[in-house]
Structures are given as C-alpha cells and as structure tokens.
C-alpha cells in the first residue's frame, strides 16, 4: 500500500498554477500577486521632512548660531521654496519635501520662538542636532526606483497593499481563486434543513469542505448524490469540467454502496492512486480527469474527511495559487503552503498498526515560546466532535510504536 | 505620559460586543456564533455501524460459530430491520444505523464468503473481533442530547459549521461584522491611479488599514480629508455616526497642519487619550464619539500607522466580535483576540528611550518548535518596504535598555 510521504508526491504532481486576473488593488488584498512590483520611484521619493519644527543648514548650528530667522513656511504636499537667506530657516511639517538650501531638522520640542514687533518670528535652538541630516528620511535611503520591492508569488497581505498603492499599482495581476465543487456521498444523509429519521443523519461534510476551501483562498460550492451510479454518471461530468477540484466525500471504502471508484474511472477519471498507510483515512482515492478537475474522493467518516482535506487537498489549493511550479512541487510540506509546524508531544503515545497516524491533539504555547501538543481523547473517526475541541494534528510516522512524551513532531494546524 | 500598558486598558474599556445577526449557515461561517449550539441528538444519535462487512451476535462468536447466514443486507441510510435467526448475520455497510438482535461488526477484510446451490450467502469470520461493539460506534458515545456543544463567542471555523450542519442549525446567530471607516489625511497625498509630482507621494496608508481591518473581520471603508479643518468638519460627522470605529492616518502630531485633535473634539468626540509612552506611534490619539464610534487617530507615518493598528485597533476590532464583554476587558492581550505569542530574540538589541519598542522582527520557528524573532534593518517608521520584510513586532519594555539574544519577548504577528 501506498506510503503517506508517495501519496503526498503523487497529489503535488497534479500542481499546476491557475491562470492569471487582474483585479483593482483592494479587491486583490489577500490574493497570490503574479507580476513584480518594482520602485517607480525613489523610497522615499525625496528627502522627506521626519518632524514638525525648522529646516537649516547644519553648517550654520556647527557654527554656533542658535536663533534662525523664520523665513517661510512649508507643508507637506507643497511645492518646495528654496531657502534663500543661508542664516535662516524654514518652518517646516512632517512628510514635506526638504527644500533647497537646507538640510537638517529640528522638531519643535527642542525650539522655543519668538516674534518681533515687526511680526518677523525666530526660532532659538535648545538642543543640537547630532548630525547633518538629521529628522530627515533622505531619498532613496530605503529602496531605489527600479528596485524589486514584491516578487511575483506573494501574498498580498496589508503591507504588500501599502506599498501596491505607493508605487500606483491600481490593478494587479494575481491568480484567480481555485474553484472547488464539493460532494457529499451517501443515502443516510439529509438535508440540513431537514429532521432526520432515526437512522439518518444530516449532510455536514459538504458544509465543513466548503468553508475549509474558503479558508484556503477557494470559491466552492457544494453538492450532494445518493448513492446511485446513475445518479453519479450523470451529475459528475459537470463538475469534473467546471471545476479545478472535486473534493468528494464517502463511497470509496469497499461496501457494497461504495460506487465512486468505479464510476469515476468509468467516467475518464485516471485513477493515480487508492488507500494509503494512513489511520484515518486508508481508503483515500486520488485522481485526475485528463484536461479537467483534480479529484479527491475522501472516506466519509467526519474526521477521516476533514484531517485527508488538511493533509492533502488544502496544500493543493494553496500551491496551484502560486506561480512557481517546479519549487512548488518541493513544497506541500511547508507552512506556506498550509504543512506542518513543530511541535511538542505532552504526553506518552503508543500506536501499534504500521500506518502513518494522524493524531488529533489541542497546542498550546509554552512558557519558553514551544508549541505544545496535547493528544485529544477522540472517539475515532466517526467521532466528529473531537474536532471541536482540537487545533490540528500530530503526523506519528508509521515507525516507531512508541512516541515518548517531549517528541518533537509534525503538527498540522486547522486552526 | 500615558503608558502603552494604561493606553491598553483605555482601549480595552470601550469594547462592547456588535449586535448579532442571523445568517444561513455557509455565510456564517468564519463569523463569532452569539447563541449555545447544543446537541439535538446524542453523537452518534444511533449504534452507528463503522465499517463495511457484517454485523452479528458477539455471543456466537463466543461460542465457537465461525459461519453465519447472510439473512439480510443493510445499507446507510436504510431503517434497520432485526435479525431473526440469532445464529445469523446482516451484511452491512458503513454509516448504517445497527439492527435489533446483534451487536458487533466483523469487516470485510476479515472475512470470506460462499454462495450455496440455492444461492444463500454465508460468510467465514477470519479473524475474530476481540470484544462485543467492535466496529461499532455506540449511540451517545461522543456526545448526549442536550449536550453543550459550541458555546456562545466560538469561531465558527470548518469543524463547528459540521457540527452546526449536524444538529440542523441551518441559520445561527453570528456577531454582525464591525464597520469601519478608514481615513487618510495629508495633503502631500494623491490617489494610487495619479502620477504624483515630485514632492507629493500616494495615499497607501488608507488601503493598508482597509486591507487590515478586513483581516480582522470588518467591513471597511476607505476616505480621504486634506489637512483642511473645514473638510475635516463636514466629513467627518457621517462617519462618527455611520461606523463603529474611524481609524484616521496622519495629522495628529505636532505640526501646524495636525487639525485632527482640535477638530475631533469640536465634533464631540470625547479625548481619551492624546501621546503614548512608546515608539513607533508616540502621536496616537484615542477617543470616543458619545453614542458613535470610537476613533483611533493614528500617526501618518506609514510603519507607525501599521504597528498601531496591529497593537490598539486590531484588537478591538477582533474584540467587539465577542459577546463576553466583562471577559474580553482583559483579553486584549491574548492570541485569541489577535495578541502577542511569545518570541525568543535571536540577536542582542539596545534601546535607551524610556518608551515601549515596537521592534519589526522577521519570524521563523527554531529547529525544537520555538519561535525565532531576528530584528529587521529597518530605516525608522518611514521605512514602509521594511514591512515586507517583517512578520510582526516585539514589544520591548520601557526597561531595561539591554534585551540580550534568547530574551523572550510578546511577539505581534501581522502575517
């Protein structure tokens, strides 16, 4: 059977970036930027005034003059006036360009003023600057004009906004959002607007699969079939051209009711594998419609479903939004794109079966800046509540039995 | 001066939670729940039968039976019907709800099967189930009816919205999100579709805290005033009144063109609190408009703006969305409500200022699960490109001057 680690290869293999929309900037805020943003112009553009107070030249305080003659007045936004009187200065405010003629500050805290009778104000220094220069951020001290300031395959996150609209990047290229159809499978299952008989249950996964893929930048949309052949004949080609993942579901065990298999593969689906070395989730199938959707058709059991979605497909969805392929296919294990953090087991755990055990467990920071890894007691894989009071979970490899308490592990956040 | 411990609790004491609102499950999803979701059922809310094979007496397999009739065949989603023959079996599949008259699941890997002349099934059991319920997922095992399952104020993340869909909460009572108005001010500042001349630059700061605000969950809207008391009058008012929080950039310092104090007050709004014993973002200004919104009048500086946000208003906007609001007082702090983690220092830093230290710091977890913090070269708070090379802030107390590698320290993170 196939092993976690050819599993996770075999998924990234079907990585490809999605094409490219351009989009105003704030709605693009959160969104994988797709073209580099470089400096139009200097940062900062001129040399910006840092304080309220006056502008001189230095030469003048190492001279020892300590009252300067205010000769104009300078605020941000206005054209800059030269300074003519090389004994004077200007009074001058924050995110001004520094004129011509002078170029150090002094804030206001350290000036007292005064004003003649002729209504001619001067300004007395009280403490010296240190330096020629000083409270003011000089041009291009920070990045030059032509400067890569964001590649291609970021995030915009507010920073990247900030210096997007800076350099007047009003509409940006960046990846479309992956669109995910999202199956539920299974004839016990109702809607949730429905009261089930006493041997049914409602549709819960579908709902928890599309507010995942939300959360991993994804539209989805979600779907439902009993479990028909039929019915799964005519309802899936849709999907499987429609969408850039179907994320099935149920019917992949091997039950008599467990169609999906078979009919996705009748459908054109090219299986790449199915069941992994894994608890939960052994019966976990993976393939690809030629031209069409990536599928992932998980086992059904809530927690079986929702830790192979964290595992496997919500890495996808975060790779195919980045534009560089061949490193992508490296990646699916890194916090970037969704994989796993370090963290600490609390406590003993033992877990005989040779698979690859996805622990549930709540993580905690320690005092010392560790995440710590508490195991859930869950009721196994059916036991969908465990998943409320969960953070992630722990990858034990499938060696050794044993994993002593202070192991340090592989943890999967899903929150 | 007001210390950033005091200007905290300042902040801290104008949260009050936002009305709720109802939304149908999909959209509530990502929203704070504002009612106790409870189980309208036990979990599972019948012996739900866990994996594909048969389901028979344990006490027959006690006694030495090793073939069963197959008397009938029971799939998910079908009402149970009993078994007759005691010495019998039902087939039966995954998610099905167990029949009378047997307690126990043998699957089918651990089985073989034959077919008599009249065409009977009889299964073998290979392997034998080492206790009675094996393969079975008792009725009540997780949860019981009545069960508190989501208490009020909870995220609902991927794992409530299926435990929500489960017991047929199809509409919940969410937090509505906090609307908030973003303000530059400056008039050295042109829109990001301008080519600006030379002394001007773009607004970005306005985009920023709208790209941040929706981070934390807002609706948020982007304005901008020149440094003009007048405008400032006019418009401001609609926005005191429309939104629950006005986050102004700019015009709070010092200088000649900072009108936004004297102007805010002239509108009503009630000063809390005007400078901050910290650096970046000494200027901040803090007040509450009777009735209206409260006003975080934040410095222009493009890093000061940021980690102000990031430190003041993007807890209380993450705050607001909590119904606890005696708890929430002194929540601020915590990483639930956007808070510090704890960070180790990775270099020596000196800072002699008797005032808090936001120090930009890069973030990356240590080899044994803890988080590293390395300060940025970061050219003072006009160096907005260094924030796209930081994760977050440390928060370096007024006290002492020396931090020493391996301090560890509340680290802010903003990605």
């Known amino acids: 059977m196939l092993s976690v680690e050819d599993a996770t290869r075999l998924v990234a293999a079907t990585i490809r970036p999605l094409p490219v929309e351009y989009l105003s900037l704030p ?12 400096a139009d112009r200097d940062f900062p553009p001129f040399n910006r005034v840092a304080m309220d107070g006056i502008a001189l030249r230095f030469a003048a305080v190492e001279a020892g003059q300590t009252e300067f003659r205010i000769e104009s007045t300078q605020f941000a936004g206005q054209p800059p006036t030269p300074l003519l009187d090389p004994e004077a200065a200007v009074e001058i405010m924050t995110g001004a360009a520094l004129p011509k003629g002078v170029d150090t500050v002094i ?29 003011v951020h000089a041009r291009a001290a920070d990045r030059r004009q032509g400067d890569l ?15 997007a609209a800076t350099i007047g990047a009003a509409t940006v290229a960046v990846t479309r959002r992956p669109r995910v159809a999202v199956v539920s499978t299974g004839d016990e299952l109702v809607p949730i607007t429905e009261q089930p008989a006493a041997h049914q249950i409602r549709r819960s996964n579908a709902l928890m699969l599309q507010a995942a893929a939300w959360q991993a930048g994804a539209e989805a949309e979600a779907f439902h079939f009993n479990d028909d052949p039929e019915a799964l004949r005519r309802g899936l080609p849709a999907l499987l051209e429609g969408f850039d993942a179907v994320i099935l579901s149920g019917g992949v065990s091997k039950g008599k009711a467990d169609f999906l298999p078979e009919t996705l593969r009748e459908l054109g689906v090219e299986q790449v594998f199915h069941e992994v070395q894994q608890r939960p989730g052994k019966p976990f199938w993976f393939g690809r419609q030629p031209g069409g959707a990536v599928v992932f058709a998980l086992p059904g059991n809530p927690v079986s479903t929702f830790v192979n979605f964290y595992r496997y497909a919500r890495p996808w969805l975060l790779a195919v939004q980045h534009p560089e392929t061949a490193e992508t296919l490296s990646l699916p294990t ?36 560790r995440l710590l890894a508490t195991p859930e007691r869950a009721g196994g894989s059916g036991d969908m509540a465990s998943l409320l009071t969960s953070a992630g979970f722990l990858e034990l490899p499938p060696e050794p039995e044993q994993f002593p308490a202070g192991t340090v592990l592989p943890a999967w956040r899903f929150r």
């Not at 804030?107 to 001067?122: I, M, N, S, W």
């Not at 600057?129 to 409270?135: E, F, K, L, S, V």
């Open 149 to 163: 300031l964001v590649p291609a395959g970021t995030r915009l996150e507010p920073a990247e906004v900030a210096v």
């Open 107 to 135: 804030r206001y805290e350290d000036l007292t003023f005064r004003t003649d009778a002729a209504g001619q104000r001067y300004a007395t220094v009280q403490a010296y600057p240190p330096r020629q220069g000083y409270n």
């Open 27 to 38: 709605l693009a805020a959160g969104r994988i930027l797709r073209e580099d943003l470089r």
């Open 334 to 369: 890194t916090a970037l794109l969704g994989g796993p953090v370090a963290a600490v087991l609390t406590e003993d755990v033992q877990f005989k079966p040779r698979l690859t055990h996805f622990l549930l467990v709540s993580l905690q920071p320690g005092p010392d800046g």
